[in-house]
């Protein structure tokens, strides 16, 4: 069963940093392509970043470029989200979604094209 896996989510202040993890459970990362969403309260779900399943390609929203990152590891089957110099913001719920059977260098920001979604990590900016 293909389930992306989140974890990593807690307090931080701003300015400060987060890694979160999507941990591919019951599927091979470098066969997916990877996309990572936020919903904040009172608000729809958005796209924070992608990445193709070759690695090849990303796309990072605007509100984020320049400080987060995505780092994938295959060998522990996971994609990480490295959030730095969060800001209030940034709160919300961040998923991380799966599709595979794009192209390698293919990755989209819209959740609509994700066929697995995990369950969700809270992430709180907040001094």
Not at 4 to 25: I, K, T, Y
Not at 51 to 58: K, L, R, Y
Not at 96 to 123: I, K, M
Request: charged share 20%; hydrophobic share 30%; net charge neutral.
């Amino acid at each position: 069963q293909v389930r992306p896996v989140e974890s990593g989510g807690g307090l931080v202040q701003p300015g400060g940093s987060l890694r979160l993890s999507c941990e591919a459970s019951g599927f091979t990362l470098a066969y997916y392509a990877i996309g990572w969403f936020r919903q904040a309260p009172g608000k729809e779900r958005e796209g924070v970043a992608c990445i193709s399943s070759s690695g090849g390609s990303t796309y990072f929203a605007d509100s984020v470029k320049g400080r987060f990152t995505l780092l994938p590891d295959n060998r522990r089957n996971t994609m990480y989200l490295q959030m730095n110099k969060v800001k209030s913001e940034d709160t919300g719920v961040y998923y991380c979604a799966a599709h595979g059977g794009w192209l390698p260098n293919v990755c989209r920001s819209s959740a609509d094209e994700y066929d697995y979604w995990g369950q969700g990590t809270q992430v709180t900016v907040s001094s």
